[in-house]
Structure formats: structure tokens, C-alpha cells
């Protein structure tokens, strides 16, 4: 079973969403070809829960970012192989022959441009599969304990089996006799099916590290440790979020001992954003991609739960209260099984009154807090809720975002610090907009 995160959790997080340009997804989607992006999906749907699984992707990672390949196709010239391979081909050898024969026949009285279609597709393949064996061999020359070597040697035997033998002498040919045609069509499309299945899948794999090794590259990336999930700890340096340019990097550190974060500082200091860097990188790590940090180590975990941006639903009378005390049910459900999650509360109970909201943060904070195998990150605006915690509990770390006021104007430094924020400049930032002012004036105007 693979680490698991529910549909709330994606959308807090902005994980998924090919066609979001801001996801993390998008982010990393920089694959060449169609059956890359489908590896690159699969990847980010199923994100894995076992330590060793996910350094060797990552080491796998790493070393494609060292060498800094380059693919070798183009995505059209890629396109034309994907569409001719895909398209029909001959039952048996007599039918690949019938066919070909036949196209040849209509195109040469100008009454089908199919014969066209396949004999460019079929020379674009025999370029490509030229392309693929020239750069896995010397790859396999210079480096034999490169990441691939041993899908290499698989790939090797199919090269050079009979059927494929004849791969090299066509190479950059622009131009086939008709029988060599019928013969090479069937072999690649009929044939050899399987072993094309297998070298494409080469070919999807590579295109995906080559793309998610470049935007590490690019971005300044780094590569998470795993580590066995009875070690129960988790450490970050200098982590922050992947989608946001001059971003303000922090490190956190939670394990057993302090596996709460208890979060305060005021609106727009930071703490939203904070957990979202956060939980992106348990994602990604978990799935063993480059994360938004200077390092990275942690045990596996079996899930992550998240909640943020929880909104009502009025269609089915549900109140943003509601939703909220659902979403904080359904998590203590998760942890009630004895599963080792990464739980992310964004503010809890703010859509009730103070005194509900304290005593309800209180509570939840407090029984969560009983649980060592999950590691929690709690924010609230609530700073008595903390000053009561520390007093009861002894596996909290408390941590806050400060606001320095100048000129009765609030700046946000954007850095953790330890403590409980004594921040109150709501009414400060109320006055400085003129809010009262406006309203008085209209209500002088009415008179």
C-alpha cells in the first residue's frame, strides 16, 4: 500500500492538475512525449510508503541531474513514431505484405496519402530506435553502473536478436524497396509487439527523469533521505515553497519527542504558506522527487491529512463550522487506526465564535497531542490555546511568525521563531485602512 493524501488534502496542497498552470504538477511536467506524461501521472497519483523504493528513485534522480542528459527526440518527430505504431498493423506477414502492396498501388494513382503516413512513421522509428541504442550503449560504456544497466541489458538482447538486426544497416536511410518495407512493418508493429512495449517504456522513464531532473536542476533543487518509519522523525533545512520565487527559506525539525508544532503569528505572517511548503515536500518526498529545501530527512509515513482552505456547502446545509468539525472528525478517524500520518490544521474552528473556538482548539490539540506516531502542525490565531498546552503537555514545540510594526505599518519577516506570538495588531491595521472613517463619513453623509 502506497502513502496515501484525499482529494482535501491535494487541493490544499495545489498537488495535482495537469492543465493548472500554477499546480505542483505543472511545475514538474516538462516530459517530451505522451506516455511520459501518462509515467509522469502514475507517479504523482501513487506516491510510495517504502523507504528503499524511494531513495533508489531518487538516487536514480540524481544521477540524471549530475550528468545533465538532454533527451534525444524531438516531441514531433516522436509523435509520428507514437501515432504509426499505434495505427494498424498485419495480422501475419502475408497481410503485412497485402497491405503494403496495396497502399504503394493507391498512392501511385494519387487515391491515398496513407502509404505516405506509414512510410514516414516507419522511417521516423527506425531513426528513433537508432537514436535509443547509440545513447543507452554509451551510456552503458562509460558508466556500467549507471541506474538503467540492467534494463540496458535487456534492451541489448532485443537490439540484437535476428529480428533487429538489421536496425543499424538502416540507419538514416530515406528511402526503402517496398518488400523491406512490408517486412519492417510487420516486424515493429506485429512481431516484435511486446519488446516495442518494453523499449517505450525505457523511453517514458527516461523522458520523465531527464524533465524532473532539469527543473531540479534549474530550480536548485534537493533530494530528500527515507528513512524506516519506526525512526518517526522528520527534519528539514531551509525549506520553502517550490512555486514561489525569492521565497523565505525555514527549517523545522519534529519527531517523537515534539511530534506537535504548535503555529501562531498573525494573518498574512506566514503560516498558511508555511504548511503548504511543508506538506508539498512530505509529498514529494514520499514519492521520492526533488523538494523545495536545502535537505531533507524522514521516515516514511503512511498518509498525510491537511486542512486549510475547508469551505461549506450550502447545497447540502453544511456551515463552514460544520465542514470544519467534519474534516477534524474524519482525520481523528485515520488516527484512531494507528496509522503513522503528517497532519496539517490550518487555523482550527475559526468559522465559531472565540470562546467555542478556544475551547474546541484546546481539546483537539491536547487529544491529538496524546498520539507520538503521527506528527502534527497546528496553527491558530488562538495564542491562549498555546499558553495552556505548554502547561499540559510535554511533546509540543512551539513556533511563531513575527510581525514588526514600523510607523504603525505591519512587516512580515517571513522567519520562524521559538515562543507563542504576543502579536495583536488587528485593530492597527483596521485603523490604518480608514475602515471606521469610511463608515462614520457615510453615516454622516446620510444625515
Known sequence: MGFFADKQTLDDLNVLGKYKTNSIYSLFNKVQTMGGER?????????????????????VFQYFERKNFIFPFSRERYNVVENYLSSEGGGNIVVAFTRTFRRKFLNYIGLDQEYKLVKEGLLSSIE?????????????????????????????KIFESKWLRWLPKER?????????????DYLLKHALQEEMKEIFQVIYNLDVCIAVSNVSRARGFSYAEALPAERNCLQIEELYHPSLDNAVANSVSIGEDSNVIFLTGANMAGKSTFMKSFGISVYLAHMGFPIAAKGMTFSVKDGIYSSINISDN?????????????????????VAESKNLVILFDELFKGTNV????????????????NRNC??????????????????????RFVYFPTVMKNKVPKYTYMLEEGITS?????????????????????????
Open 172 to 184: 538514416g536511410v530515406l528511402k526503402l524497396p517496398l518488400i523491406k518495407m512490408a517486412k519492417y
Open 314 to 334: 450550502l447545497g447540502l446545509g453544511i456551515s463552514h463550522f460544520y465542514a470544519e468539525v467534519l474534516r477534524v472528525k474524519e482525520v481523528a478517524v485515520a
Open 423 to 447: 502579536d495583536r495588531h488587528g485593530m492597527i491595521i483596521i485603523e490604518n485602512e480608514k475602515i471606521l472613517e469610511i463608515i462614520l463619513g457615510n453615516k454622516v453623509g446620510a444625515k
Open 355 to 370: 470562546k467555542d473556538a478556544y475551547d474546541a482548539t484546546l481539546a483537539v490539540s491536547e487529544a491529538f497531542a496524546e
Open 39 to 59: 509515467l509522469l501521472d502514475s507517479m504523482f497519483r501513487f506516491p510510495l510508503s517504502n523507504a528503499e523504493e524511494i531513495n533508489k528513485r531518487s538516487e
Open 128 to 156: 528513433l530506435l537508432n537514436i535509443l541504442q547509440d545513447f543507452l550503449f554509451k551510456l552503458q560504456e562509460q558508466d556500467p553502473e549507471n541506474p538503467y544497466h540492467s534494463q540496458i541489458e535487456i534492451l541489448r
Open 375 to 396: 506528527l502534527f502542525i497546528i496553527s491558530t490565531h488562538i495564542i491562549e490555546v498555546g499558553i495552556t498546552l505548554r502547561e499540559r503537555c510535554d511533546n509540543l
